[in-house]
């Protein structure tokens, strides 16, 4: 008998490869599913994450191992064997019990000849100490960027793309070695949990009294299916979540930063258990952070007034809500609003300073999410399911402000889905940033005269970060003045950020920010 937790995580490690799932919205399902222990959905966890966002580096690990190129091994074959090297390299697992469990795998979703495969690569994998490995496959790289690929388990072209970022962010070239290992080891690390108390529904030292009321006495976990696993996962929203996150136009690169997928917190350590050790965040004055925990558990985060959201993201909206002072009876517009993690921020300071908003989504699922982020709001915004890049053409009425959350590579927010950076191609950059365009494009035509526009993506690449920018400023000569979004998130950080750039554009990293790799422009319209 396998153990469960381990099939758990073979089981969703073979959905992500062979029909395109996204852990982060399966694991739960599949942990309740399990009904596993508190303790089983951890190590679950800890085996599905670790093992997805290190794949790369065991892939080179199996092939030394095996003389045998991966792409030559059966598919589920080397999910087994993915799963053992984590066992092996990376976790504090018996030899034996890693070992033997990948053979019983191998014998319930392979060939019997696989089996004895299995067994004499990690039996291999065993001989070697974990060091001598990393350093053979050092030894194995063709350059310094391969290298780094290699052993942080990143795709080249990101690696590249980070760096081309680092350097457009004002890092010496003395420097970027240094900050290159620091973001990828960041986006192996699990984030913080965080949430942001919408202001006028919910303050910080009220959640703070309210995570210390549903702390239980003792070190004790709640019941495994009794909460759910990740914010807000009923099975209803799962349901939509996952309808959203199979759109095809949609991937995961769009920022689900406020649904299910906020998952990427540390809910493999301590699955399930309430947060206690809440800290009012670093940078956002809205925002609280904890170590780890299931922020369902929290009365206000059922209720909907305290979201999970990361940092940058709660910065991203304060920068359009913050940069000047609200007149009552301003028009708001979050033109790419899905799941809705911002249009609530939003719609809570339109709230307190009587301006209104309208949300819009193209995609019907997730403008669902969107109405469902808002519902706590007493005056919730008008959602619009409309194509953004027509939609400022086609409207009479123009806008005071307009945040463009544009969809994007994601590549800002890889440490909170594990098999993201195997997802994305340097292909699919162009395609977005051709989208971007016209988006900026229609929110200009939307914008009042005077109005301000927030351009943000989830992704650090510059071709969609200070690439737009320039471009927006090319096309729009005599319309677009850039604003200063680096002064606007010092003032709202009450001068905590840290930024680089000699730009006025704010790119913020997850090793220096501890934020997903956000990225804030503004402008005024002349
Ligand atoms: C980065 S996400 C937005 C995240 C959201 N602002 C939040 O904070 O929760 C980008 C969104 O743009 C939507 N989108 C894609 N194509 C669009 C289009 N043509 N017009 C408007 N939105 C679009 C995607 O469906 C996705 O929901």
Same mark, same amino acid.
């Not at 053979?103 to 990690?122: D, H, I, K, P, Q």
């Not at 072209?157 to 420097?175: H, K, M, N, Q």
């Not at 299916?225 to 995961?252: I, K, Q, R, S, V």
């Not at 558990?297 to 999970?308: E, W």
């Given at each position: 008998?396998?153990? @469960?937790?381990?099939?758990?995580?073979?089981?969703?490690?073979?959905?992500?490869?062979?029909?395109?799932?996204?852990?982060?919205?399966?694991?739960?399902?599949?942990?309740?599913?399990?009904?596993?222990?508190?303790? /089983?959905?951890?190590?679950?966890?800890? $085996?599905?994450?670790?093992?997805?966002?290190?794949?790369?580096?065991?892939?080179?690990?199996? &092939?030394?191992?095996?003389?045998?190129?991966?792409?030559?091994?059966?598919?589920?074959?080397?999910?087994?064997?993915?799963?053992?090297?984590?066992? !092996?390299?990376?976790?504090?697992?018996?030899?034996?019990?890693?070992?033997?469990?990948?053979?019983?795998?191998?014998?319930?979703?392979?060939?019997?000849?696989?089996?004895?495969?299995?067994?004499?690569?990690?039996?291999?994998?065993?001989?070697?100490?974990?060091?001598?490995? !990393?350093?053979?496959?050092?030894?194995?790289?063709?350059? /310094?960027?391969?290298?780094?690929? !290699?052993?942080?388990?990143?795709?080249?072209?990101?690696?590249?793309?980070?760096?081309?970022?680092?350097?457009?962010?004002?890092?010496?070239?003395?420097?970027?070695?240094?900050?290159?290992?620091?973001?990828?080891?960041?986006?192996?690390?699990?984030?913080?949990?965080?949430?942001?108390?919408?202001?006028?529904?919910?303050?910080? @030292?009220?959640?703070?009294?309210?995570?210390?009321?549903?702390?239980?006495?003792?070190?004790?976990?709640? &019941?495994?299916?009794?909460?759910?696993? &990740?914010?807000?996962?009923?099975?209803?929203?799962?349901?939509?979540? $996952?309808?959203?996150?199979?759109?095809?136009?949609?991937?995961?690169?769009?920022?689900?930063?406020?649904?299910?997928?906020?998952?990427?917190?540390?809910?493999?350590?301590?699955?399930?258990?309430?947060?206690?050790?809440?800290? +009012?965040?670093?940078?956002?004055?809205?925002?609280?952070?904890?170590?780890?925990?299931?922020?369902?558990?929290? +009365?206000?985060?059922?209720?909907?007034?305290?979201?999970?959201?990361?940092?940058?993201?709660?910065?991203?909206?304060?920068?359009?809500?913050?940069?000047?002072?609200?007149?009552?009876?301003?028009?708001?517009? /979050?033109?790419?609003?899905? +799941?809705?993690?911002?249009?609530?921020?939003?719609?809570?300071?339109?709230?307190?300073?009587?301006?209104?908003?309208?949300?819009?989504?193209?995609?019907? @699922?997730?403008?669902?999410?969107?109405?469902?982020?808002?519902?706590?709001?007493?005056?919730?915004?008008?959602?619009?399911?409309?194509?953004?890049?027509?939609?400022?053409?086609?409207?009479? &009425?123009?806008?005071?402000?307009?945040?463009?959350?544009?969809?994007?590579?994601? $590549?800002?927010?890889?440490?909170?889905?594990?098999?993201?950076?195997?997802?994305?191609?340097?292909?699919?950059?162009?395609?977005?940033?051709?989208?971007?365009?016209? $988006?900026?494009?229609?929110?200009?035509?939307?914008?009042?005269?005077?109005?301000?526009?927030?351009?943000?993506?989830?992704?650090?690449?510059?071709?969609?970060?200070?690439?737009?920018?320039?471009?927006?400023?090319?096309?729009?000569?005599?319309?677009?003045?850039?604003?200063?979004?680096?002064?606007?998130?010092?003032?709202?950080?009450?001068?905590?950020?840290?930024?680089?750039?000699?730009?006025?554009?704010?790119?913020?990293?997850?090793?220096?920010?501890?934020?997903?790799?956000?990225?804030?422009?503004?402008?005024?319209?002349?």
């Amino acid at each position: 008998m396998v153990q @469960a937790a381990r099939r758990v995580a073979l089981e969703v490690i073979a959905a992500v490869r062979s029909d395109d799932a996204y852990a982060n919205l399966l694991l739960p399902v599949r942990i309740a599913d399990a009904r596993l222990s508190p303790a /089983d959905a951890g190590l679950a966890t800890e $085996l599905t994450y670790g093992t997805l966002r290190r794949r790369g580096y065991y892939d080179r690990v199996i &092939e030394l191992a095996s003389g045998r190129p991966i792409d030559e091994i059966d598919g589920a074959v080397r999910d087994v064997l993915e799963l053992g090297a984590h066992q !092996l390299l990376s976790m504090r697992v018996a030899q034996h019990a890693a070992v033997n469990e990948s053979v019983e795998l191998a014998r319930a979703v392979a060939s019997r000849s696989a089996t004895g495969f299995v067994n004499g690569v990690l039996r291999a994998i065993t001989r070697t100490p974990a060091e001598e490995w !990393l350093g053979r496959v050092t030894e194995s790289a063709e350059s /310094d960027d391969d290298r780094l690929a !290699l052993t942080s388990s990143h795709p080249a072209w990101i690696v590249r793309a980070f760096r081309r970022a680092l350097v457009a962010d004002g890092v010496p070239e003395s420097e970027v070695d240094a900050e290159l290992d620091a973001l990828l080891e960041a986006d192996n690390t699990p984030a913080r949990l965080s949430l942001v108390a919408l202001p006028g529904l919910a303050d910080r @030292a009220a959640l703070q009294r309210d995570a210390t009321a549903a702390a239980p006495a003792t070190d004790a976990v709640t &019941e495994p299916g009794a909460t759910a696993p &990740e914010p807000g996962a009923d099975p209803e929203e799962l349901e939509l979540a $996952l309808a959203a996150a199979t759109d095809p136009a949609d991937d995961d690169g769009s920022g689900f930063d406020a649904a299910p997928a906020a998952s990427g917190t540390a809910v493999g350590d301590t699955a399930r258990r309430v947060p206690t050790a809440f800290e +009012p965040a670093p940078l956002s004055p809205i925002g609280l952070v904890a170590p780890t925990g299931d922020p369902a558990a929290i +009365p206000a985060v059922r209720a909907g007034t305290v979201r999970v959201q990361d940092e940058g993201s709660q910065l991203a909206a304060l920068a359009l809500t913050r940069s000047r002072p609200v007149t009552a009876g301003e028009r708001w517009l /979050d033109l790419c609003a899905g +799941p809705g993690g911002k249009t609530a921020v939003l719609a809570a300071e339109a709230g307190l300073a009587g301006a209104t908003v309208i949300a819009n989504e193209p995609i019907a @699922a997730r403008a669902g999410l969107v109405r469902r982020a808002v519902a706590a709001l007493p005056e919730p915004p008008e959602v619009w399911e409309r194509d953004g890049t027509r939609l400022g053409r086609s409207t009479d &009425e123009g806008f005071d402000r307009i945040l463009v959350d544009a969809p994007c590579t994601g $590549l800002g927010a890889l440490r909170r889905r594990p098999e993201a950076r195997w997802r994305k191609t340097p292909a699919d950059v162009a395609d977005l940033v051709a989208l971007q365009q016209r $988006l900026v494009d229609s929110a200009v035509a939307a914008l009042k005269p005077g109005g301000l526009l927030a351009y943000v993506t989830c992704s650090p690449h510059v071709a969609e970060t200070r690439g737009q920018v320039q471009g927006a400023l090319r096309r729009w000569p005599d319309t677009l003045v850039q604003l200063d979004a680096q002064e606007v998130l010092r003032e709202i950080t009450g001068g905590a950020v840290q930024l680089g750039g000699a730009d006025a554009a704010v790119q913020l990293w997850p090793h220096r920010n501890t934020t997903d790799a956000m990225f804030i422009a503004l402008f005024e319209k002349r």
